[in-house]
């Protein structure tokens, strides 16, 4: 404030805020886009989550029906969310459900595209392409439509975990089914892409109820589809059912953490670092299947790692 009790101009155009131990710019005028490392570890956690959901129902959509398996896994969130969002009380907005349910909606959509992917090709060549195309379009978004401007360092350290994605998780092999899965694949990534940017317009004070109608609109619209187009909406065998209820833990596991990580940074980065969880599926899969990792996966695995080092110092 001024002498003559005009408010400063500092004070106007750059409000900081203290939130979860970041330091948040929320400025009235485009400023570089930066994360804070809590919101990098967040953005961390989320990628494993995803890899380990993507993972076990790889798996599954092999010998259960994709639709049926996409019900499975929502339903999990469902069933987390529910006590969950009664201890994450907060004061959502009507625009903070408005986005939760179009959020629920691109992810019952994005997951049914997903998981079809799957059960025509496989991991290894779906998870990259939809990967790539899920971490270019929150940037796309966050350049050309949100006005942010990311540093040199963080420019660089996006585009180099774009292509690093691509390089640790593509694996060579016979096409599964030639371009339809992989073009599938990547119709799920620009759904995700949305979902993402959805995500990013919840409320920091919003609580778990937003989060909450997304998972219960993308449960329902999963089941509409599995009830509109066979007999069942869960898969008939038991233990199908209880691995694909286990990816649905880690699934909204990382849309929490996704949420959390985008309170302390920006959509770009915490995108495309949320974004690496086909590096982690390879690392699962050489680890736990014993499949071979070959050298430009490893050298993909090492330009995320300096990917994520990048963003977190820009």
């Known amino acids: 404030?001024?002498?003559?009790?005009?408010p400063d101009v500092d004070v106007v155009f750059v409000n900081l805020v203290v939130h979860d131990g970041c330091l948040a710019h929320r400025s009235s005028v485009p400023v570089n886009a930066y994360c804070c490392p809590v919101s990098v570890i967040y953005a961390v956690l989320s990628t494993f989550s995803i890899a380990l959901s993507d993972f076990f129902a790889s798996g599954i959509t092999k010998r259960q029906r994709a639709n049926e398996v996409t019900s499975a896994v929502l339903f999990a969130g469902v069933v987390v969310m529910a006590p969950t969002a009664v201890f994450w009380t907060g004061n959502p907005t009507t625009a903070d459900l408005v986005h939760g349910a179009l959020a629920g909606a691109a992810n019952g959509v994005g997951?049914?595209?997903?998981f079809v992917a799957y059960?025509?090709?496989?991991?290894?060549?779906?998870?990259p392409t939809a990967a790539v195309v899920m971490s270019g379009v929150p940037v796309l978004w966050d350049i050309f439509v949100s006005g942010t401007s990311p540093s040199t360092i963080t420019s660089i350290g996006l585009t180099l975990g774009v292509v690093a994605i691509a390089l640790s998780s593509y694996e060579r092999g016979e096409p599964d089914n030639g371009s339809a899965g992989l073009f599938i694949a990547g119709l799920a990534g620009v759904v995700f892409g949305i979902l993402l940017i959805l995500l990013s317009y919840i409320g920091d004070d919003?609580?778990?109820s937003p989060l909450l109608l997304q998972r219960v609109v993308a449960f329902f619209i999963a089941i509409s589809v599995a009830r509109a187009t066979g007999p069942r909406i869960f898969p008939s065998d038991r233990s199908a059912f209880i691995t694909s209820f286990g990816a649905g833990i880690f699934g909204i596991a990382a849309v929490?953490?996704?949420v959390l990580a985008l309170k302390g940074g920006s959509l770009a980065v915490v995108s495309v670092v949320g974004s690496q969880y086909a590096a982690v599926a390879v690392l699962l899969g050489v680890a736990i299947r014993g499949q071979r990792m070959w050298w430009w996966q490893a050298l993909g695995l090492g330009g995320s790692s300096l990917a994520v080092a990048l963003i977190a110092i820009g």
């Open 119 to 127: 059960s025509r090709g496989s991991l290894r060549s779906a998870a």
């Open 256 to 258: 929490v953490l996704f």
């Open 206 to 208: 919003a609580g778990g």
């Open 1 to 6: 404030m001024l002498r003559d009790g005009t």
């Open 111 to 114: 997951l049914l595209l997903l």
